[in-house]
Structures are given as structure tokens and as C-alpha cells.
């Protein structure tokens, strides 16, 4: 890799005078300069944020050089930055650029060496979603975390600012500078199909806690942390990938609710801010989704939240932001709304396109596009990366995944596993009366390259703590089959433990228990994505929440159910009755111990 200094040799010195960091407005004057000597193509293509399918900057495999032609047009992520001048890079696993932790250093690298080789090179900004708990682009052995509502559920701040402190040291050692976390919605709508469990919870205040020391962990460790979805994704049953969601909280509502965590946000200094796709009438009634309004991102949030830092879109290629223009409107629309960065448009040569001619033909101007790319610049420059944009194998095996991270993960997932319910104190569980453990129940795909599946995760840490476990997946939606099979398990045990994953009325999850519970033999329920499951299951003798299945959460299950470690959890949001949703089942703050 060649030093940050050969590269700005080769690149005329251009950026050399940049070697600054600290506070984001440290040296505008400069950062004007270098903008002044930009050509428009240039400017263009800093404000996008783009997909790039490999594991390699220059030489991906051939199936993921035959995406990037059919989707982008290039061969590799390299010919993307050399041909539309792109300011950042997103990372998927599905795009196979999250394969270990080494690996996505030298992709990284690759990345920067291939911008800064550019004339008037700049660094790039390589940003991923690494919320935690069900959305995170890079597993194991990088150090996997509880998601916000665990984290809701331990309801401690020093937890949260750890988490970004950690998480943060493992992204930048591994070239990623900017995380799309953490999410800031208030999740009031037990039907949000989309936020959930990514929430710290439904308490504002709580919430807006946990939201700054995340933040101030990240940015403690030199990764941007992004709070989303501005103005708040929280009370909605539509998904904004597939629909176009409508919020329909007043403007007082919005205020007491949705606006606190932002306003903490950028109280504590947050780098960027994501938009939602999603309409609120009473913040602007055009119709038009947050992402494209001028009056939500320049008069409410540039003008009465005080933000001057990098507002980025949600992904552009979801339904909520399509539904109402073309792909060549969109982008154009966001800048002239407020928008910093443009993220993953579905083509990016018809969105790059279309701002090039907005600029050529006076809809926007090149001055309001410099504005965005100053903001960007500040970003680029506050976290360092006109200093040194690389990163080192050292640096990954000094930081990623090491035994202080891991083992500080374990005890924050400790204090985060909840007991709603605990009959005649069926737990903690004893292995000299029921050391014979059947897990049985979903097994939804693993997150975040996790063990998995759930019940085998959850068996195999029975078993190390002294029980005898056995896994038998039953899946989401168990077959009649399926159920007698595992009845017929259960009457061999001693007491059976089942996962459960977003139950519904009339699920055959219910069927499942309700058969297991018949058995005679004690049934713990483990929710393991949203806690609301306990509601639809009201004959379990013993039920707790752990707001997912990696394994380190379902590790924190598997000792308080053998009662190693005493639960502490409290409910981020209250669960309502099944048979009356108008009633609350179990209140904020509910949480059982023994």
C-alpha cells in the first residue's frame, strides 16, 4: 500500500495542505479552495454515496464484476470512483464486501488508494449500516453488540457510549468512517414493521439518552455516527422499502415525541442525520416524502433543530422516496430539499446525470452544490482522513473482535435480558431437576454473520453451563408435522425451552406452545425479536425478552434462564393485550428479578 504521502505526490499536491483535523469548521478557507478548483463532474459525484458489489477494490470475483456492469456500468469499485468521482461507499454483505475483517481493510484501502490516484483526489467516505442486533453488515469475529431496544432494556447510557466507543475503534480499524447508527426513531407502533427492535424504545426521553452517549461513543473513536430517520420512523405499520408511509402525529406530537432524540442528537454534536421516506402532513403538507421537503430538512431541521452537519438520504432506491417521482427527479428534489449526500440510487448513472444537468441548466446552482460538498469536506476532514485515509492489518488484529471487546459485550448483554413472566418461579431453572433441555421453536436466519440458529446457539449454551440441550428447529411458521414431532421431544425432557419471532393471532407458533404446554413439561419462551410475542402466548409459565437472536444476546438468555446472572431488564415499551389493544398488558418498566 503506498504511503498517504506518494499518493498526494502523484495526485499535485492538492489536498497536502489539508493535514487537518479537530473541530469540523477547522479551515474552511482551504476547503473552499480546493472546491473552487473542482471541475462540476467532480462536484457531482461528491455528493453520492454508492453500492459497489466485491470484496476487492480492483480485482472483485466475476460474478460480482457482472453486477457491478449490469447494475452500475463498471467493472469494479475502483472504475466506479475513476468514472463518476463517487465521495462515498457503502458496504453490504450481500454485495460481498464484508467477508472478515482483514478483508474489508484492504477493500478499504483500496478504495481510498483508488480515489486519492484520481486528479484532484479525495478521500472517500466508506460508510455501512452497523446498528447492532438485527441490522449489522459485518459478523464475526468483528464484536457484535445487543440492538437498541436491548440496550433500551438495560437502560444504561455508560452501555451505550461503550458500544460506540468499541464498535467505533473496530469500524475505523477497519477503514469503515461513518455508521448508520444510531437509529433515533420512538417506537410507539408495536405493528412498525420496519423499526421495531431497532429502537432504544418508546420513552422520548430514554430514547434521546441512549441516542447521545451512542453518538458520543462513536465520534470518540473517529467514525461519523448518523442518527435516523429524520423526522421520526417510529409510529407507522408501513415499511418505507415497499411502501410510503404516513405519519399523522401533530406538530405538538411530533415536538414531545419524535423531535427529542434529534434534538439530543445534535445537542451532542452528531455528524450526519439521515431522512426518512416517509410523509408528515403536519410538518408539510405537500405530499411529498421527508427526503425531498425543503420545509422538514431546511426550515426544521437546518433552521429550528440548529443541525450544520451532512444530512443524508435513506436509500434511494426504496419505494417511500419513488413512488411520486422518477428516478431522475429524486435526487434533484433532495439537494433543493437539503440534502448532503444522495445514498444508493437504484441507477446511479441516471441520478448522477440528472444533477449534471439540473446544474447545466439552472434548476440548481453550482453554489448550493459547494455548500453540501463543504459539509462533506468538514466531515472528511474532522475525522482525519486528510491526514491518513488507511488503515493497517496491525491495526485490524490489535482492535477487531479481541477478548476486553468481546467479554465488555457479554456483560452489557447481560444486564439487558428481561423476564416479563415467571410463574410459581419456574426459573431460574435447576440441572438437577431439569437438566434435560429441549430447544425447540424459530430459527429465522441469522444476523450479522452470528452463529446461529437460535435454538442450536441457545442448546449449545445450556450446555455449557451444565445442562443437557438439545436443538430441534420448528421455524416460523411450524407445519402440524412439525408440532407432533416436537411434542413428541418434549415428552422426553425434563423442560423445554422455544423461541419465538414476531407472533401473530392464529400463528402456528401458538399452536406449537399452547401443544407444548399441554405436555405438562415447564415451557420458557424466549422472544427473540420483538417482546410483544408475550401477549399472544399467555400460558407460558416463563417468558423473556432478547430483542434478538446473535448470539451474544442469546447467550445472556441461556444464563438467566440457568441462573447465572439475575435478570435486569426493564420493557423499552409497553406490550398491550392481545385480545384489547386499548389495554397495557405489561407497562415501561416492566421487568422481573430473582
Known amino acids: 500500500m503506498p504511503s498517504r504521502r506518494t499518493v498526494l505526490a502523484a495526485t499535485m499536491g492538492v489536498t497536502a495542505s489539508l493535514a487537518i483535523g479537530g473541530t469540523a469548521h477547522a479551515d474552511d478557507t482551504r476547503l473552499r479552495s480546493l472546491i473552487s478548483r473542482m471541475t462540476l463532474p467532480e462536484k457531482v459525484g461528491q455528493l453520492f454515496v454508492m453500492r459497489v458489489y466485491g470484496h476487492s477494490a480492483t480485482a472483485p470475483d466475476q460474478a460480482d464484476i457482472d453486477a457491478n456492469l449490469s447494475e452500475i456500468g463498471v467493472r469494479t469499485a475502483a472504475e466506479l470512483i475513476a468514472k463518476y468521482r463517487v ?47 438485527i441490522v449489522c453488515r459485518i459478523g464475526a469475529p468483528a464484536t457484535l453488540f445487543p440492538g437498541a431496544m436491548a440496550i433500551g432494556a438495560g437502560g444504561s447510557r455508560d452501555d451505550a457510549r461503550t458500544l460506540g466507543r468499541i464498535s467505533g475503534a473496530e469500524l475505523r480499524a477497519m477503514g469503515v468512517n461513518q455508521d448508520y447508527s444510531p437509529d433515533a426513531d420512538v417506537n410507539v407502533n408495536p405493528a412498525n414493521p420496519v423499526i421495531g427492535v431497532r429502537s432504544f424504545g418508546a420513552d422520548p426521553d430514554a430514547v434521546a439518552g441512549l441516542v447521545a452517549a451512542e453518538v458520543k461513543g462513536y465520534q470518540s473513536s473517529q467514525v461519523a455516527a448518523t442518527a435516523k430517520h429524520f423526522p421520526g420512523h417510529g409510529d407507522t405499520a408501513v415499511d418505507s422499502h415497499f411502501g410510503f408511509p404516513v405519519i399523522t402525529h401533530s406538530r405538538e406530537v411530533w415536538e414531545a415525541l419524535d423531535a427529542v432524540p434529534f434534538r439530543a ?29 425543503h420545509p422538514i430538512l431546511t426550515g426544521i431541521l437546518r433552521g429550528e433543530l440548529g443541525y450544520d452537519g451532512v444530512v443524508i438520504t435513506d436509500s434511494l432506491g426504496m419505494e417511500g422516496v419513488r413512488q411520486k417521482y422518477g428516478d431522475d427527479r429524486v435526487p434533484v428534489l433532495a439537494l433543493k430539499a437539503g440534502v448532503d449526500q444522495l445514498l444508493n440510487p437504484p441507477s446511479l448513472d441516471v441520478a448522477w446525470n440528472a444533477v449534471l444537468k439540473a446544474v447545466q441548466g439552472g434548476e440548481l446552482t453550482e453554489a448550493r452544490l459547494d455548500e453540501s460538498i463543504l459539509r462533506v469536506l468538514r466531515l472528511k476532514a474532522k475525522l482525519g482522513l486528510f491526514q491518513d485515509a488507511y488503515v493497517s492489518q496491525a491495526g485490524v488484529s490489535r482492535t477487531v473482535g479481541t477478548r476486553s471487546h468481546l467479554a465488555a459485550a457479554d456483560r452489557i448483554a447481560g444486564r439487558t435480558t428481561t423476564l416479563l413472566v415467571n410463574e410459581e418461579g419456574l426459573l431460574p431453572l435447576s440441572r438437577r431437576t431439569h437438566g434435560k433441555v429441549l430447544v425447540v421453536g424459530a430459527d429465522p436466519a441469522s444476523p450479522s454473520g452470528t452463529t446461529g440458529p437460535p435454538t442450536g446457539v441457545l442448546a449449545a449454551a445450556l450446555g455449557e453451563l451444565g445442562f443437557t440441550a438439545t436443538a430441534r428447529s420448528t421455524g416460523t411458521d411450524p407445519s402440524a408435522a412439525t408440532v407432533s414431532a416436537a411434542v413428541a421431544a418434549a415428552r422426553e425432557a425434563d423442560a423445554v425451552v422455544v423461541a419465538t419471532y414476531n407472533v401473530t393471532a392464529g400463528s402456528s407458533q401458538q399452536t406449537l406452545v399452547k401443544q407444548l404446554v399441554a405436555t405438562g413439561r415447564p415451557v420458557v419462551a424466549v422472544a427473540v425479536r420483538n417482546p410483544y410475542d408475550v401477549a399472544q402466548l399467555p400460558s407460558v409459565a416463563a417468558y423473556l425478552a432478547s430483542y434478538s437472536w446473535t448470539d451474544v444476546e442469546l447467550r445472556a438468555a441461556a444464563r438467566v434462564i440457568a441462573g447465572r446472572v439475575r435478570p435486569r431488564g426493564k420493557l423499552p415499551v409497553a406490550v398491550r393485550r392481545a385480545d384489547d389493544p386499548t389495554q397495557v398488558l405489561y407497562p415501561v418498566g416492566h421487568g422481573l428479578s430473582y
Open 87 to 133: 465521495g462515498g461507499i457503502i458496504y453490504f454483505t450481500w454485495a460481498h464486501n464484508t467477508r472478515d475483517p482483514h478483508q474489508i481493510a484492504d477493500l478499504s484501502n483500496g478504495i481510498q488508494k483508488a480515489s486519492l490516484s484520481q486528479p484532484r483526489g479525495l478521500p472517500v467516505l466508506v460508510a455501512t449500516d452497523q446498528e447492532h442486533g
Open 265 to 293: 442528537a445534535v445537542k451532542a454534536g452528531i455528524d450526519s442525520i439521515m431522512t426518512a421516506h416517509i410523509m408528515v402532513p403536519a410538518l408539510d403538507d405537500s405530499g411529498d416524502p421527508a427526503t425531498l421537503s
